[in-house]
């Protein structure tokens, strides 16, 4: 089984009209054992950018801290937070650094640009950038959620209806997921604020 | 001369898409026609629908060799049916004899993964899943093969349906009208086209209800 898959995960990022949406499931797993199902796997950058790591989690933990690192060299060089795009760039070059003996994760970069215009992106463990206009998955549900997604996305939602739909997405993915789930954790970004919303859902 | 290595499979996967959906008084089954293997497309115009008896409709992905020579053993004892009772099979016999046709190659399975879909005795609408070598259960949907896994999920959200531990058991029907159902099943192949090489060229939907057989066409991506 692949090391991507040890510990099981469901990443699901989308954008709205100036607004983006981005959602995981709760569970940490080794292989099918259940260890937490209070996994945090997106972490918050600064309050108009998010990442969220899947694959395996002692990587994304190890790659967040030194995310954070160079986001806070960034910020007291510079006295301003970092573009998404720039962080993108950033977690690529990162990436890279470790091409023949990567860290096992894959990243999903959500955030609101220059005059909050939305962006999405996730990569490859190696830091292959995929820019998206829709919406990006990445995890052990990531084939549910393409299917998921694909057929209940829509173009320019306001924020309450990319609220729903993700979350509809991400819950009626993981369900068919083994080794991911255990209910969702979704943050929706609008130019004004950022709402936290915990979802409930099957818990086997 | 050193050791030579047989790579040689009896197997091959064309992939495919199946979907069926049973109501309270209609069946509609559907299947893409695009026949493949690897990164080659054989053929854009492959049905994988058949319609075993008056009342019984299969959709089969996997091994398209295989699955023809599944049907050809399930015409042969179909018409040894007709023979003995004089009467079209019904659909949960129809089940039970593919199951049992699948398990009879336990040990060297037909590579086919088959919904079968149609009318029961009191003209429901009756879904059966199965695996390659016949495990099987009757359900409201279903669906298999390539894309099965982008599709179910989306399936599961829209039509909910019922645990089969629940008790009182619960009836596995859809809830959507027959048009519905149809449009449900396009959407579902139009997106599962977006993502899954597999499947794609022209989506077959054949609706069984109490007036009889129809089937429908609907174009998908080519690419």
Redesign the interface.
């Known amino acids: 089984m692949s090391i991507f898959e040890y510990n099981g995960s469901a990443l699901v990022a989308m954008v709205g009209k100036n607004c983006f949406a981005i959602a995981s499931d709760w569970r940490l797993g080794v292989q099918l054992q259940t260890i937490a199902t209070d996994f945090q796997k997106i972490y918050r950058i600064h309050d108009k950018l998010f990442l969220g790591l899947a694959g395996l989690a002692t990587d994304a933990q190890t790659l967040y801290q030194r995310l954070v690192f160079r986001h806070k060299l960034y910020q007291l060089r510079e006295e301003r937070d970092m573009k998404p795009e720039t962080f993108a760039s950033l977690v690529s070059a990162v990436l890279y650094e470790k091409r023949f003996g990567p860290y096992f994760t894959q990243p999903v970069i959500a955030g609101l640009s220059d005059g909050d215009k939305p962006f999405i992106c996730t990569m490859d463990s190696i830091g292959a950038k995929e820019l998206a206009k829709d919406f990006v998955v990445a995890g052990t549900a990531s084939?549910?959620?393409?299917?998921?997604c694909?057929?209940?996305f829509k173009p320019d939602m306001e924020p309450e209806e990319l609220f729903e739909t993700i979350s509809?997405?991400l819950l009626?993915?993981v369900?068919?997921d083994c080794l991911s789930g255990w209910g969702g954790h979704v943050y929706l970004v609008t130019p004004t604020e950022v709402t936290e919303r915990i979802l409930k859902g099957r818990m086997d | 001369m050193t050791k030579q290595q047989a790579n040689w499979s009896p197997y091959d996967n064309n992939g495919g898409t199946c979907v069926a959906i049973a109501g309270a008084d209609y069946c509609v089954i559907a299947a893409d026609t695009r026949m493949s293997t690897g990164y080659n497309i054989l053929t854009r115009d492959y049905s994988k629908i058949i319609q075993l008896a008056d009342k019984s409709v299969m959709a089969s992905s996997g091994f398209q060799a295989d699955v023809r020579a599944l049907q050809k053993v399930l015409a042969a004892r179909h018409l040894i049916y007709q023979h003995q009772h004089n009467k079209q099979m019904n659909c949960p016999a129809m089940a039970q004899l593919l199951s049992n046709t699948l398990y009879y190659k336990r040990f060297f399975p037909y590579y086919a993964f088959n919904v079968l879909g149609g009318l029961d005795n009191e003209g429901k609408g009756c879904v059966f899943t199965y695996d390659a070598v016949g495990s099987y259960e009757r359900v409201g949907y279903s669906s298999q093969g390539s894309g099965s896994t982008l599709i179910t999920p989306f399936l599961d959200n829209q039509l909910k349906s019922p645990s089969p531990l629940l008790l009182p058991a619960k009836d596995a029907v859809t809830p959507l009208s027959e048009s519905e159902a149809i449009d449900l099943v396009k959407t579902c192949f139009a997106s599962a086209t977006e993502r899954d090489i597999y499947t794609g060229d022209k989506l077959e939907i054949v609706i069984l209800n109490a007036s009889g057989i129809r089937r429908e066409y609907m174009e998908l991506r080519k690419d």
């Open positions: 084939e549910s959620l393409y299917g998921a694909e057929s209940m509809q997405a009626s993915s369900d068919r």
